[in-house]
């Protein structure tokens, strides 16, 4: 435990603890802005800071205001929650509480699963998103989010698209919004923007086209060093049309196009380097019904298609290496079907969630001239399963418990596998004083193995060239956590107006049957100048017996208009309990400061951020050397200024102190300072 973020940790829940003793009167609606909605706990939609469970949220106004070029600089801050961002693959892979990688977190846009994976020395789960388009980020950590689908023992992050009421004002038919950044000074220029036009054709119909593009070069670290393949191209559009034919009804499709290019490798024998185009859609058709006047039918029904594929030619080598081909391509297919029904008894209050949800995996991969096909092998994975939730409450008290149902079957390269399970949820929330909600949770979750973990069969390239090998045998994880919260919410604390929003959690998963890649290696060590030394070396998923994740998190934020301040933090501990070794997927302890002033009828605001990070060292002892990161610390700062009414000019200064650090698990450092100047307008009519 490092010793400056124990304390204040430990301060932050103290902070928590007192606050809750104090007397607060309810401000008027008016007087406070709305709190953000989730529906990833629960599957019923309500306020992240009211959910008995460990949730953050983080809107559009929010997002818009960093002006981020990836997604890590936006879910970074969450609490328990990390990215892992290479410089040269704008891919993303999310880690939660120390669990990332083949699902474990499940990641959806729109309510489309996002399962793309490529096998080599990065993270093994990734997906592609331009945060241009994010209207809202729903983030629920732990198998609590279980019942929002298979495979979430690690948490869920759901991502959704902007709609056309974010563009539209009331009663406006037709309206555009623009945004432009340009990257200006500091470590790296370019420029990136986008243009979204949405149109109310009727009362009851309307839609909307965006387009996004994205041109930065290569940045420099702290230090001025180049980092190579930084740079990054991207081009991506968005539809989407809602249609609200009846009282209740509503009708959602869209879509979403991506296309990214980069290039990456050291152009080595064994690195060789390689052009990349990556090409995403993401389909999805939603219909809902809810009505005031209808307690029994809350549906909603979803079903998608999401493809990703990465077409790459490699530029190095030979002349007859030059010009080799390969591919990866994935299609999932999904649906989703849950409803609601409530009921009143008398004091007791009852809300009945039930549904089904399914997707297929179809995974084709090519390289003739390699073994990408053989580390990342096709087939197919068809995972489904259903639910049922039951939510009561009656006065202080809230109790919630579920059941889900999961199946697998898995198929290719002449091997199979199957299996089922049905994971337990139980909850007991009490609001013993206004604005005050302890809570204690019991969830598992069940995690099907991934085609890759199952499939894998070929040998490891050279000069390394070990075997590896397949294991239809493997059994789906499982996770148990037992997580105790606190919720704290307060309104005109010091002042009229004012609020006060706290969350703080301690948990502990244990997880068993985990999948961890085997490295088998009994004579000479493989790549050993011996000949043969690779002949016994072997590599193959296997299950790891137990294993521990355990940790605090917790964030603070306090709004008094005039000024803002918030803290978040997380420490995470992960051991294989079989070999009593630390798990090499926790991530350092992280603790975020921040806080702000607004002026001129909040036109004018101020913003800073100070990121503190730990050091980790706590690595099994064959990954240090090569693993092992800095302790570090950044200070961001912003300035925006409403020049009219919806028209924004901001200035953003990132890693003020030109911080030359490289993040856990990232292959290579991060920008040094990065100035950013930009300007946001919407208008209609």
């Not at 991502?159 to 974010?166: G, I, K, M, N, Q």
């Not at 894998?456 to 956590?481: C, D, M, Q, Y």
């Amino acid at each position: 435990m490092i010793v400056w973020l124990r304390p204040a940790l430990v301060a932050s829940v103290s902070v928590l603890a007192f606050s809750s003793l104090a007397q607060a009167q309810e401000a008027p609606p008016s007087a406070t802005p709305l709190d953000d909605i989730t529906v990833t706990a629960t599957r019923t939609e309500s306020r992240a800071v009211d959910a008995p469970a460990a949730v953050s949220v983080r809107n559009r106004e929010e997002i818009q205001r960093q002006a981020p070029a990836r997604i890590g600089s936006i879910v970074s801050g969450i609490p328990g929650v990390t990215t892992q961002e290479n410089p040269n693959d704008p891919a993303t892979a999310i880690n939660i509480r120390g669990l990332q990688d083949f699902g474990r977190v499940a990641v959806t846009v729109d309510g489309a699963r996002q399962n793309f994976q490529r096998s080599g020395h990065n993270a093994n789960g990734a997906f592609y998103l331009d945060p241009a388009f994010i209207r809202t980020i729903d983030i629920t950590r732990g198998p609590v989010a279980n019942i929002y689908g298979s495979g979430a023992i690690g948490g869920v992050a759901s991502f959704e698209t902007v709609d056309p009421r974010d563009i539209l004002s009331p009663g406006q038919r037709q309206a555009a919004q623009l945004g432009f950044t340009g990257v200006v000074g500091g470590r790296q220029n370019g420029v990136y923007g986008h243009a979204i036009g949405a149109v109310r054709a009727t009362d009851w119909a309307s839609g909307l086209l965006g387009v996004s593009f994205r041109n930065l070069n290569p940045y420099q670290d702290g230090g001025g060093f180049t980092v190579a393949d930084s740079g990054q191209e991207l081009v991506s559009g968005i539809g989407k049309v809602v249609l609200t034919p009846g009282d209740g009804h509503t009708l959602k499709l869209s879509g979403q196009l991506q296309n990214y290019e980069f290039a990456n490798g050291l152009g080595t024998a064994t690195a060789p380097r390689r052009t990349n185009e990556v090409k995403t859609s993401n389909l999805v058709a939603k219909y809902s019904f809810s009505r005031p006047d209808n307690d029994w039918l809350n549906l909603n029904l979803s079903a998608y298609r999401t493809t990703t594929d990465t077409d790459q030619v490699r530029i190095s080598g030979t002349p007859a290496q030059i010009g080799q081909s390969r591919f990866f391509r994935i299609e999932t297919i999904g649906v989703d079907l849950n409803n609601t029904s409530r009921f009143q008894f008398g004091a007791v209050k009852m809300a009945l969630t039930y549904g089904f949800d399914a997707f297929r995996d179809q995974v084709r991969t090519s390289d003739p001239a390699g073994n990408g096909d053989e580390t990342t092998p096709g087939g197919r994975r068809t995972v489904y399963g259903g639910f049922v939730q039951n939510q009561l409450n009656w006065g202080m008290f809230d109790l919630i418990g579920a059941l889900r149902y999961d199946a697998y079957a898995l198929a290719g390269g002449g091997n199979s596998s199957a299996g089922e399970r049905v994971s337990p949820k139980i909850t007991l929330a009490v609001t013993p004083l206004q604005g005050l909600q302890p809570y204690l949770t019991y969830a598992e979750g069940y995690r099907a193995p991934s085609i890759t973990e199952t499939l894998v069969n070929g040998l490891h390239p050279v000069p390394a060239s070990f075997l590896f090998i397949p294991n239809p045998g493997l059994r789906p994880e499982i996770g148990k956590t037992l997580e105790a919260g606190l919720n704290l919410k307060y309104d005109s604390v010091l002042q009229a107006g004012d609020r006060f929003r706290g969350k703080v959690s301690v948990y502990q998963n244990n997880v068993t049957k985990l999948i961890e890649g085997v490295f088998v290696d009994p004579g000479a060590p493989c790549g050993s100048p011996v000949p043969g030394a690779c002949a016994d070396a072997s590599f193959r998923y296997e299950n790891v017996a137990r294993a521990r994740l355990q940790g605090i998190e917790g964030e603070i934020a306090y709004d008094a208009r005039r000024w803002f301040a918030g803290l978040a933090g997380s420490i995470t501990r992960g051991d294989n309990r079989t070999t009593g070794q630390p798990l090499e997927s926790v991530y350092p302890d992280r603790l975020t400061v921040s806080g702000g002033l607004r002026f001129l009828d909040e036109k004018l605001v101020l913003g800073a951020q100070v990121t503190l990070v730990a050091a980790q060292t706590r690595l099994p002892p064959a990954s240090v050397a090569a693993n092992a990161s800095k302790a570090y610390a950044l200070v961001d700062a912003n300035i925006s200024y409403e020049i009219a009414r919806d028209t924004r000019f901001f200035l953003i200064g990132e890693n003020l102190g030109d911080v030359r650090y490289r993040r856990y698990r990232d292959d290579d450092r991060s920008p040094g300072l990065v100035t950013k100047v930009g300007l946001t307008t919407r208008f209609g009519m």
